[in-house]
RNA sequence: UGGGGCGUGGCCAAGCGGUAAGGCACGGGGUUUUGGUCCCCGGAUUCGGAGGUUCGAAUCCUCCCGCCCCAGCCA
């Protein structure tokens, strides 16, 4: 984390921040990250973990992990594991603060038999139906339920027998006593707690009340001593509500500041969408390298120091914005470029035979691991007659601009020789290129000529006789359209998946790749970088590309300057 | 028609009354045994619009326009 340190920007939250430690609100700084686990962690929650540890940092404060479990319907233990995992991976450490709001499922108990006995809350026994009604509209006032003054004694009463289990679900809510008339909704007295017979996660079946979110999330805060509690957008409206329960309670008081949530281009970030794309099979699951979760980046082989990186440059502010994807894939390029070490592969094969090559001799080759970090040392590439090379590589018939190979053209493959293409041999049937026929010039060893003669292009190769088989898994974004849920009548977000978004090759790689294991970070000369996916086997691998590298040529060939 | 927010180049985003940072993307050039990296250079006479205050406004005031969120016993 200390590389990005010193340029960390400065946001609105900030200000706030220094105002509060200035004029004494609050002496230290305490945030948290608050999921539910009913789902994966996106990079739209990275950049809300981000912010929230990173505050704590620059502050010297605190960060707690808090799972807001109040829903045992939606929840599992399987997702607390996996946000565990994800928040671990990008960098972040809670140390023993790790909460859940069931830890305060008692307190909160007895807070809400507080505001009963304080005339603030009152049992009801509208059903969901007819509370919807009684609510009233955006613009027109709602109005009392008929159950709204009760007793305190009989709302006591009603309340420890709704914990008891004596009603069945949805019969009776406790709802807090504010202004039915209030033209914010979430004052129109909210519902507190639900009869849910259902088992939680944590909690078992001790409960059969849960707290809502707004009854639990601004509570849970204040138990925790949280002195600023981020949140997103969408609940700007709901801060008056969690305002009038401290002030009620009497209890500490957090300040809540609301920034906008993350979306990007090119994919979907809901909890409710990625869900479908998993259940509907439109992906191989959460961790699928095309899905914008954290576990499917990290399988993509993104590293956590882009994902953060990426985190900080987009900012933080109130206005809704779309990111333009090419910054995160730009964030992992700057990444891999200065880390992953180079080697040799040919996705799309084509034969070369080098004719004037001696028939079994080998030579192994110097090759850099990364120019960028000469520290990475070198290491030895097998050559021999019989190569493959990058079918884009070469072009019959070259259209201008092209540098590549073509008849009669001399060419450089990279850390070997420069080698001239002599003829080309096609399937008499189909017409189709199958084999160049090449000769090279033993004096350009290493890919120098001492004549000094320049070529326009280097390529990268492989040995036919030495390349390990390899499943490639080539993915391009999930969606067709900048914005997916740009669709016509009647269609929604799914019409516009990108049904090329994964593309498997068998590609040849390098053999020094043999003990390449699952996590491992590559680049692939000229192609971009891949990361070996877990499900390769002693004798199988397989690559996901992370992402490309930039590529001029095909920008020009996509742009229509060349054919 | 209620309430809460937001509008700065293609996309993000600084700016907090003194005369438009930065990043990505895009275009041009240089270096180069990755058409990669790296290095230069280029773009808002203008800050949603219109008025007003001021010597001076993206920044203050007024009105207007546009976009987002809220009517779950989801979070």
């Not at 004052?187 to 809502?212: F, Q, S």
């Not at 439109?282 to 699928?288: E, L, M, N, P, S």
């Not at 891949?530 to 001029?552: A, E, Q």
């Amino acid at each position: 984390m200390a590389d990005s340190e010193s340029k960390k920007p400065r946001t609105f939250i900030h200000e706030i921040i220094d105002e509060d430690l200035k004029s004494g609100r609050f002496d230290r700084v305490h945030t948290r990250f608050p999921p539910e686990p009913n789902g994966y962690l996106h990079i739209g929650h990275a950049k809300a973990i981000v912010l929230n540890f990173g505050l704590a940092e620059e502050y010297g404060g605190k960060c707690n992990l808090r799972f807001d479990d109040t829903n045992p319907l939606t929840e599992d233990p399987h997702y607390v594991e996996s946000i565990r995992r994800d928040v671990r991976w990008l960098g972040y450490d809670w140390e023993d603060r790790e909460f859940y709001a069931s830890d305060y499922f008692e307190q909160l108990y007895e807070w809400a038999v507080q505001l009963i006995k304080a005339g603030k809350a009152y049992v009801d026994d509208l059903s969901a139906e007819e509370i919807r009604r009684y609510r009233g509209t955006l613009t027109e006032p709602g109005k009392e339920s008929p159950y709204r003054n009760r007793s305190v004694e009989e709302n006591l009463d009603l309340f420890e027998r709704m914990r008891k289990g004596e009603f069945p679900d949805g019969s009776k809510v406790l709802r807090a006593k504010i202004d039915m008339a209030s033209p914010n909704l979430n004052l129109r007295d909210p519902v507190m707690y639900r009869i849910i017979h259902a088992e939680h996660h944590r909690t078992g079946n001790k409960w059969c009340i849960y707290p809502t979110y707004d009854w639990a999330h601004g509570q849970s805060d204040s138990i925790e001593g949280i002195t600023h509690s981020i949140c997103t957008l969408e609940f700007e409206d709901h801060r008056p509500l969690y305002d009038w329960f401290l002030d009620a309670l009497g209890v500490h008081h957090p300040r809540q500041i609301e920034f906008a949530r993350l979306e990007l281009t090119y994919t979907v970030l809901s909890k409710r969408k990625l869900r479908r794309l998993v259940e509907e099979g439109y992906v191989r699951g959460w961790d699928d390298p095309r899905m914008p979760t954290l576990s499917g980046l990290r399988r993509r082989g993104y590293t956590p120091e882009a994902i953060r990186d990426f985190c900080e440059r987009i900012g933080v502010a109130k206005s809704n914005s779309v990111v333009d994807i090419a910054l995160l894939e730009h964030c992992v390029r700057q990444d891999l470029n200065k880390r992953a070490p180079r080697k040799m592969a040919v996705l799309r094969p084509l034969r070369v035979v080098i004719e004037n090559y001696p028939d079994d001799q080998v030579e192994y080759m110097d090759c850099i691991n990364n120019p960028e970090d000469l520290s990475q040392g070198t290491r030895k590439v097998p050559f021999s007659k019989v190569l493959y090379i990058e079918r884009d590589d070469f072009r019959e018939d070259p259209p201008k601009k092209f540098y590549r190979l073509a008849p009669g053209r001399e060419v450089r493959l990279r850390y070997a020789y420069f080698i001239k293409c002599v003829d080309v041999v096609k399937d008499p049937g189909t017409g189709e290129v199958v084999e160049l026929r090449c000769t090279y010039d033993p004096a350009t060893r290493g890919g120098d000529a001492p004549d000094g003669r320049k070529v326009k292009a280097t390529l990268h190769w492989v040995s036919a006789a030495h390349a390990l088989e390899a499943e490639v898994r080539l993915y391009d974004h999930l969606f067709t359209k900048p914005d997916p849920n740009e669709v016509e009548e009647g269609q929604d977000f799914t019409a516009n998946i990108n049904p090329d978004s994964l593309q498997v090759v068998t590609a040849y790689v390098e053999p020094s790749l043999a003990e390449a294991k699952p996590g491992e970070r590559f680049q692939f000369e000229r192609l971009g970088y891949f990361v070996v996916d877990p499900d390769s086997t002693d004798d199988k691998l397989v690559f996901n590309r992370t992402v490309t590298l930039k590529d001029t040529w095909a920008k020009l060939q996509k742009a229509g300057k060349v054919n």
